[in-house]
């Protein structure tokens, strides 16, 4: 029995980056002789299993045949016969199929760390084409390791059209892909991932809405960049940049614009009344992928609100107070401050904006900490009770948001 050091850990340690999750695989044992030495199984489809002391994943070498569509039609076979190069051979990127033995000497049959060098993000072997999930992941890593220069192997990218032309990704089931449009999401530049799901075909499958925004014109007054898909690539990494690792905040600035796909040809490039109409679209995606709830609530509001918040400043301390209210903010007040956050990662998202002001961030959560210092409990230390507390909060958070705007004009 010999264990390896293998994937996520080893990629990193040769990246010069700190790693994460240390998985290691072990060759020549059987599930018998990992309980035996006091490890705990966890594994439901293979045999993994945590180190007693450490929580360390030790999985066996196995090999995997495909045996129906999709990324569960997979015959799974692990037994101590099952060489480290055979376990190797069926992982999806040749960054992730380098191990290293407790002595430190890497084992990199499918040239990973050379890969690594050249930055270059690249198919193990022809058997990627029997798991769509790669392709999800192959987005994921790529949002994650553009910043230090990879790309995909042209070779790859072949691979992964035709695996969405043969139908796989339609194979995928709904909590996987949000799983991993939302770990995209919490990397440094996600625009890169849906970049690469549109170049091969799957951004159009997975997430339709999204795709026919590109090509979309807008007014270059307010966006130099015209293009509305380019503008959604541009705010989504603003909000990486602005909220590192926050997936909510990112989906709320990948969807928040879905509405300009709907606008009718005659009326471009105005977009009249699309932070209205993005929400069905906007909708059906939450719908379709099962979006946590909370999630889809910021969405669902930075899509609705986004503009008033661009023009907070015009805005009278009555209609400020019932922005809020229709937040839910006063009850979850940290929805405004992500509602702050990608508005003005939409107002930042913009050819030549990148580092402008967005005064209407630090306004809104002026305005809204104003409004939260009223309380019911005033109300009923007055006196009040019934419909009259609710009438008195309104009426004296509305005046409070009218000093405070005072006040910061002053």
Partial sequence: MKSYLVGGAVRDRLLGRNGGDRDYVVVGSTPEEMLAAGFKPVGKDFPVFLHPKTGAEFALARTERKSAPGYRGFVVHAEPSVTLEEDLARRDFTINAIA????????????????????????????????????LRGARLLARFAPLGFTVAPETLELMRAMVAAGEVDALVPERVWTEFRRALEESKPSAAIALLRDCGALEKLLPEVDALFGVPQRPEFHPEIDAGLHTLMVCDMAARLAPGDAAIGFA????????????????????????????????????????????????IVCREHLNIHRLAELRADTVHNLIARCDGFRKPERITALALACEADKRGRLGCEDVAYPSAALLKHLHAAAMTVSAGHAVASGLSGVAVGDWLRDARIEAIRQARVTTAG
């Fill in 100 to 135: 290293e033995s407790e002595s430190g000497e890497l084992i990199d049959p499918h040239g990973g760390a050379r890969d690594i060098e050249a930055r270059v993000l690249r198919h193990v072997s022809s058997a990627f084409v029997e798991d769509p999930v790669r392709i």
């Fill in 253 to 300: 600035a990948l969807t928040h614009d879905l509405g300009k796909a709907l606008t009718p040809k005659s009326e471009l490039p105005k977009h009249i009344g699309h932070e209205h109409s993005g929400l069905r679209p906007l909708r059906a995606v939450c719908a379709r992928y099962k979006v946590p709830a909370e999630v889809a609530a910021l969405a669902e």
